[in-house]
């Protein structure tokens, strides 16, 4: 098989010196390397090959007839960028030639030490370390790109919150009054005026605990109030934080056309809600009292429409949760009470639609009675959508919910034998207006608001929730609460300690 030969241009003006290295070169060619020499003896010479010829690699003495010192490296460098360039010298410690690494030269070597060995591992060297360097600039160069092309402000910190880089989007839209000030090398503060103050903070956290902090605060971009999307990603080197990238998005359109939406929804839902109230109990009374004097068919259809209005009722309820969700948390009157005793209030409600089905409701709870600091009618909402759900999609078996204390939390779960969830739907799982599944029950199609109003009112008690779920077999929701006895809180009664268990 034929080698490819390694090229190599040698620009020495020294002829015996040249002829050495030519000699040089044959012999390490004569030991498995094919290289290939061609030489120049000025610079103007080289430059003229260059032009003409790509080259494998350089090897330049630094001073020629019409050049001298870095200048000749600076032209040759100029002339073929991505082409190594190894220096030939004479002298021992050369300034010039350090120099001259500084700005990209491979290596240089001492003319006097040089034999065929030194000399082809050099040239090989050389090839491989520039090889790499033209790759990374390569892929540098791509993302920098793609970087600078997006809407997005970006911008990356080092450990100590110094400016490493920006792209245009961030100097724009958060800089505009001086778009054009160098930042790099500048502290956050100085230079992120226009970022929420908060932004320090978060990245602090995300290079401390070593994880994405998001956040929405209310900010100027591109000279206009809005509202932004920060997202704070720790970059880690050898498993430690080393810098955070800082992504901004101007999000202040997308939480208008929430605002409205969610206005729309509550107005709606209020408006609806007092006839709705009136239909549901006038069909309920005609069907009680007058069921007698009605025919079958007058009592199908009034029994359909009774129905009807609860399940419109039930989605009413769902959208005003929803609202009462948007004011705050404010509407959230955390009280001490008792974890175990809610969700027997959750059971004893849907006991009777599990009886007509044939499902077990079991209970676990590792003691009668666990407290915490809870909005009460929260976390009554919790187990019963939990509970609704699990009843919804469970055609036989049994239904069982845990309530433990777990060192400082409460640990609770819904845990069904019923249809599971695929797991490609698992990731939008709680997410508004998401429905999957088909209810035992057809009747019982819900809203796909539950499983988000669940999570929100568990992000407002600082709570997590956790699926798992194995189609077929059935689906566990498990949430978890802080365990709280007495919490810090700053209102008209002033504060109370801070106590946990
Ligand atoms: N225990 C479960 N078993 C199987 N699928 C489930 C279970 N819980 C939730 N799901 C799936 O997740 C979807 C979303 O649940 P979510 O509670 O948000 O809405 P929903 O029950 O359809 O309506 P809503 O609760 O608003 O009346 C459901 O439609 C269903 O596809
Ligand atoms: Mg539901």
């Given at each position: 098989m034929e080698t490819l030969k390694i090229k190599v241009l040698i620009i020495e003006?020294?002829?015996?010196?040249?002829?050495?290295?030519?000699?040089?070169?044959?012999?390490?060619?004569?030991?498995?390397?094919?290289?290939?020499?061609?030489?120049?003896?000025?610079?103007?010479?080289?430059?003229?090959?260059?032009?003409?010829?790509p080259f494998d690699i350089i090897l330049s003495d630094l001073f020629l007839p019409d050049s001298a010192g870095l200048e000749t490296f600076t032209a040759i460098h100029g002339r073929a960028p991505d082409t190594p360039v190894v220096l030939l010298t004479g002298l021992e410690n050369d300034a010039v030639a350090e120099e001259a690494m500084r700005r990209g030269a491979q290596d240089y070597l001492l003319k006097?030490?040089?034999?065929?060995?030194?000399l082809a591992r050099a040239i090989m060297y050389a090839i491989e370390r520039n090889g790499i360097e033209v790759s990374l600039r390569a892929s540098e160069e791509r993302y920098r790109t793609l970087i600078d092309a997006l809407d997005d402000a970006i911008v990356v910190f080092d450990q100590e919150l110094r400016v490493i880089m920006a792209n245009p989007a961030f100097k724009t839209a958060l800089r505009p009054e001086d778009p054009r000030a160098e930042v790099t090398g500048r502290k956050l503060p100085e230079v992120v005026s226009a970022l929420?103050?908060?932004?320090?903070?978060?990245?602090?956290?995300?290079?401390?605990?070593?994880?994405?902090?998001?956040?929405?605060?209310?900010?100027?971009w591109n000279n206009r109030q809005s509202v932004l999307e920060i997202k704070c990603v720790p970059v880690l080197a050898a498993g430690i934080p080393r810098r955070v990238v800082v992504v901004a998005r101007d999000i202040t359109e997308r939480k208008q056309v929430e605002q409205l939406r969610d206005d729309f929804?509550?107005?709606?839902?209020?408006?609806?809600?007092?006839?709705?109230?009136?239909?549901?109990?006038?069909?309920?009374?005609?069907?009680?009292?007058?069921?007698?004097?009605?025919?079958?068919?007058?009592?199908?259809?009034?029994?359909?429409?009774?129905?009807?209005?609860?399940?419109?009722?039930?989605?009413?309820?769902?959208?005003?949760?929803?609202?009462?969700?948007?004011s705050g948390p404010s509407r959230f009157k955390k009280t001490l009470a008792d974890v175990v005793g809610l969700a027997d209030e959750a059971i004893e409600r849907f006991t009777p639609r599990a009886k007509t089905r044939n499902i077990e409701l079991k209970r676990r709870y590792s003691a009668a009675k666990i407290e915490t600091l809870l909005d009460t009618d929260g976390i009554t909402e919790v187990f019963t959508n939990l509970l609704s759900n699990a009843l919804k999609f469970t055609a036989k078996g049994s239904v069982e919910i845990g309530v433990a204390q777990q060192g400082d939390r409460i640990e609770c779960y819904v845990k069904d034998t019923g249809a599971g969830i695929p797991k490609e739907n698992q990731p939008c799982l709680f997410q508004k207006f998401m429905r999957f599944g088909k209810p035992v029950a057809e009747d019982e199609k819900g809203?796909?608001?539950?499983?988000?109003?669940?999570?929100?009112?568990?992000?407002?008690?600082?709570?997590?929730?956790?699926?798992?779920?194995?189609?077929?077999?059935?689906?566990?929701?498990?949430?978890?609460?802080?365990?709280?006895?007495?919490?810090?809180?700053?209102?008209?009664g002033g504060k109370q300690e801070t106590k946990r268990q």
């Open positions: 003006d020294e002829k015996p010196y040249l002829r050495l290295m030519d000699a040089f070169l044959a012999e390490a060619s004569a030991h498995g390397r094919d290289f290939e020499a061609a030489s120049a003896e000025t610079l103007a010479q080289a430059l003229e090959l260059l032009k003409k010829t006097k030490t040089i034999n065929p060995e030194s929420p103050e908060k932004c320090e903070k978060l990245c602090l956290q995300a290079l401390s605990e070593g994880r994405i902090i998001t956040a929405e605060e209310p900010s100027v929804a509550s107005l709606v839902s209020h408006e609806l809600r007092s006839p709705l109230t009136s239909i549901t109990a006038g069909i309920g009374m005609v069907l009680e009292d007058g069921g007698r004097r009605l025919t079958e068919e007058e009592k199908m259809l009034l029994t359909v429409s009774y129905k009807d209005a609860q399940r419109l009722d039930r989605i009413i309820s769902k959208l005003l949760e929803m609202s009462r969700l948007k809203t796909g608001l539950g499983l988000f109003i669940v999570k929100e009112i568990l992000r407002r008690h600082n709570g997590t929730l956790a699926v798992s779920s194995e189609p077929g077999i059935g689906t566990t929701f498990t949430f978890t609460l802080p365990k709280i006895l007495c919490e810090e809180v700053q209102d008209a």
